[in-house]
């Protein structure tokens, strides 16, 4: 069986030009990277609502730790849209580098369901991740100039600065660093770390700005800390978001690719939906909406993380409303959450499917709490027994739920060609009744609340010492009616990754809230999420290599 880069390497890429044609974008408006990927300009998304083209969201049931394949759908879908005569365009997120060397591999979808040039997406991109990383850390690099300036000092006080560094790359050990040693030159020594980039304000801001005037203003309404006179400081204290702005000139363009069946493909921003928003840029999906009939996105992870964020905070504050919801479930993801060993989901099961199905239920359930009808997408693995298969889309059924059996990583849009009839079907009769959970004039513990208790299935919610100061702290800041972006494992609808299927009778805890004031959320991070993650013992770099043609092989 080829592997996810032999067969991309089968295919004959065509030029970026030609893809954009199709999208009627003349050669004049494309920022060429290359033959096979260009930047977009940001007039297109302003008439994303003047043709009327349905916007479908792809989630999915709670993964195991390898992911179930919502970025493959999402792409499979795409092109059988377009094989049954749909204009659409699939809108995905940027791959981090974290993941790619890390457990998950990339991020380019799978088999004949890929964005391509799947290196290059894989790894540096048109280098967008590089310019959320610098203009991040110049605002770092800035504060701790202040602290050692004399003549212009804010008074900053170190001990309250919560803004840290940020890389692209999986390393605990740089979770907690202590920056400045070396004498008076160089620096005041101080707490500080590093997160993730993925995980980084700035990744959130450039996701939910509207042109780079809302980006500027965004930038310099990021909370830094307090003076020791207590007073705040942000960003544009320090006139730090005019540089962080032009670090950022280009990458706030939506990038154009395309798939194996030369679908139109828009990768943009890429933040993680367990500790950040987990979707793409409004600015990418605005755009393909307005040159499409379908725009196909994904929201990261399952359906409590990435598509919640996606519903309570993307289409809020994108006034965005979507027309239909794919959810993605797997065998092999229900049978782990019934029980089964990581280790022999390729086993048939009964038993363990049949407990693990309930996870699935819950997510459906959790679709309707926002007035919106899901269609489910069973994504086949050729270790899938028929009985399997026929148990979950019985089980749908039975729920008067839309189901699909989809085999796009073996058959590319052919494979999702019934799935994409029945999305058709779905968003034609979309009411258009899409309401978000929570009222932002909701306190911020009603706002938690309403998630743990709906969407997680939780009895309480409990507020650690600490989380209670930094709710008085949002509070005193005046950000009381942030919407609120929840950092929660993605192992489980818990915030403990242990408890697997649908689990019951459980409390969600909220052990600290980081202020997110230039996004415009706050950040309740739960149980032992970490915002920089670490390598497994066996990173999936081991496998990485090139040759002496520059041949890239490992990455998948």
């Not at 006139?239 to 000139?249: E, V």
């Not at 069946?261 to 943009?268: C, L």
């Amino acid at each position: 069986m080829a592997t996810d880069i032999e067969i991309a390497r089968q295919i004959k890429l065509k030029p970026i030009t030609e893809i954009a044609a199709q999208l009627g974008i003349g050669e004049d408006d494309l920022e060429l990277y290359g033959k096979y990927k260009a930047k977009l300009p940001l007039t297109f998304k302003d008439n994303y609502d003047k043709n009327g083209c349905k916007l479908i969201l792809v989630s999915a049931i709670s993964p195991t730790p390898a992911g179930e394949g919502k970025t493959t759908v999402s792409i499979g879908l795409a092109q059988a849209l377009n094989r049954i005569g749909k204009k659409a365009t699939v809108v995905l997120r940027e791959p981090s580098l974290g993941p790619v060397f890390g457990i998950k591999g990339g991020a380019t979808g799978g088999g004949y369901s890929q964005v391509l040039p799947m290196e290059d997406i894989n790894l540096h991109f048109t280098g967008d991740f590089s310019a959320i990383e610098k203009a991040h850390n110049l605002l770092a690099a800035l504060i701790d100039n202040n602290i050692q300036s004399k003549k212009h000092s804010l008074g900053l006080d170190p001990r309250t600065i919560s803004w840290k560094r940020v890389m692209d790359m999986n390393d605990r050990s740089l979770r907690k660093i202590v920056t400045g040693l070396g004498g008076t030159t160089s620096g005041v020594p101080r707490e500080t770390g590093f997160d993730i980039t993925a995980a980084s304000e700035v990744m959130a801001i450039l996701c939910v700005s509207n042109n780079i005037q809302d980006l500027k203003t965004r930038l310099g309404n990021i909370f830094i800390g307090y003076t020791y006179d207590k007073r705040p400081i942000y960003a544009r204290d320090l006139n730090a978001h005019g540089a962080m702005a032009a670090l950022l000139k280009d990458a706030i363009k939506p990038n154009l690719v395309q798939t194996i069946e030369g679908t139109p493909a828009i990768v943009h921003g890429g933040p993680f939906a367990n500790i950040a928003q987990g979707t793409n840029t409004i600015i990418a999906t605005k755009t393909a909406m307005a040159l499409s009939e379908y725009t196909i996105t994904e929201a990261g992870f399952g359906f409590d993380l990435g598509a919640e964020k996606f519903l309570d905070i993307k289409c809020r504050f994108g006034g965005l409303s979507p027309n239909g919801v794919v959810l993605v479930a797997t065998v092999r993801a229900l049978k782990y959450h019934g029980g089964a060993d990581l280790k022999e989901l390729t086993t048939p099961n009964m038993e363990a499917l049949k407990k693990g199905i309930l996870n699935l239920q819950k997510h459906i359930e959790n679709i309707k709490a926002f007035n919106l009808t899901p269609v489910v997408a069973i994504n086949r693995f050729a270790t899938d027994s028929e009985e399997e298969l026929q148990y979950v889309k019985q089980y749908c059924e039975e729920l008067g739920v839309a189901v699909s059996i989809s085999n796009v990583w073996g058959e590319g849009g052919k494979g999702a060609e019934e799935l994409a009839e029945l999305v058709v079907e779905a968003a034609s009769t979309c009411c258009n009744q899409f309401k978000p959970l929570y009222e932002l004039e909701d306190s911020i513990e009603n706002k938690i609340e309403k998630i743990a208790k709906t969407i997680y299935g939780a009895v309480a919610v409990d507020y650690t010492p600490k989380a209670k100061n930094h709710l008085k702290r949002a509070y005193d800041l005046g950000f009381g009616n942030f919407a609120v972006c929840v950092a929660k494992t993605q192992k489980s609808l818990s915030d403990n990754p242990k408890l697997l299927g649908r689990p019951k009778d459980f409390v969600i805890t909220v052990r600290e809230i980081e202020v997110a004031s230039g996004a415009g959320f706050l950040i309740p991070i739960t149980g032992d999420i970490m915002r920089m993650p670490g390598l497994p013992e066996e990173p999936a770099s081991n496998n990485i290599d090139i040759d002496e043609n520059g041949e890239i092989s490992g990455l998948f």
